[in-house]
Nanobody
Framework: QVQLVESGGGLVQAGGSLRLSCAPS????????MGWFRQAPGKEREFVAA????????YYTDSVKGRFTISRDNAKNTVYLQMNSLKPEDTAVYYC????????????????????WGQGTQVTVSS
């Protein structure tokens, strides 16, 4: 069974940093596009960041540009989301997702084109 397992969430003060990890199990995801999404209480899930299988294309939502960095280590079958200068509005459950198809930029941002999803990890930023 294919699973995506996120880790690295927690409670941090505003201005702090966290690094989320996503480690797929059950198969190798080196050929998959990977994305991070988040959902805050009472809000819809939103796109955060994504990159193509080789990292050649990378996308971020405007609110995290310059603060978050998505990266991947295909040898370790792991995707990371480095989050710096965290703000209280970054508080949410963060999900990683994997897509086996070649995606356009619009498709990267839309959650409906991803094939696998993790269970999520909570990130809470206090003011």
């Amino acid at each position: 069974q294919v699973q995506l397992v996120e880790s690295g969430g927690g409670l941090v003060q505003a201005g702090g940093s966290l690094r989320l990890s996503c480690a797929p199990s059950g198969r190798t995801f080196s050929s998959y596009a990977m994305g991070w999404f988040r959902q805050a209480p009472g809000k819809e899930r939103e796109f955060v960041a994504a990159n193509s299988w080789n990292g050649g294309r990378t996308y971020y939502t405007d609110s995290v540009k310059g603060r978050f960095t998505i990266s991947r280590d295909n040898a370790k079958n792991t995707v990371y989301l480095q989050m710096n200068s965290l703000k209280p509005e970054d508080t949410a459950v963060y999900y990683c997702a994997a897509a086996g198809s070649v995606l356009t930029q619009r498709q990267f941002i839309s959650g409906q084109y991803y094939d696998y999803w993790g269970q999520g990890t909570q990130v809470t930023v206090s003011s």
